[in-house]
């Protein structure tokens, strides 16, 4: 069974950079031929798909945040990496990392609040 657990700062100040790690157990990042991303959810609103990275280390990222977004791995910790740059308040949302093997995602962390604030 696959489990994911995102972890990082639930507050970051404006216009600092976010940095979120998704570790994953159960199954190696690395594995033909999944994909793992990141989505978020801002309060009231619907999922938002930023980016992801493949198995083979290429990345993906959503064209309204690839300049504020990077995604990288630690295929030693089979963990990977979010890093949102500038943010502001309306990047406060609850971002989940997830695995997915085309649109179809099986798999997803419990989800992390992060606030934007000052």
């Known amino acids: 069974q696959v489990q994911l657990q995102e972890s990082g700062p639930g507050l970051v100040k404006p216009s600092q950079t976010l940095t979120l790690t998704c570790t994953v157990s159960?199954?190696?990042?690395?594995?033909?031929?999944?994909?793992w991303s990141w989505i978020r959810q801002p309060p009231g609103k619907g999922l938002e798909w930023m980016g992801a990275?493949?198995?083979?280390?290429?990345?993906y990222y959503s064209p309204s945040l690839k300049s504020r977004t990077s995604i990288s791995r630690d295929t030693s910790k089979n963990q990977f990496t979010l890093q949102l740059t500038s943010v502001t308040p309306e990047d406060t949302a609850v971002y989940y990392c997830a695995r997915n093997a085309g649109a179809l995602i099986a798999y997803w962390g419990q989800g992390t609040q992060v606030t934007v604030s000052s």
């Open positions: 990275i493949s198995y083979a280390g290429s990345t």
């Open positions: 159960g199954g190696s990042i690395t594995t033909h031929y999944y994909y």
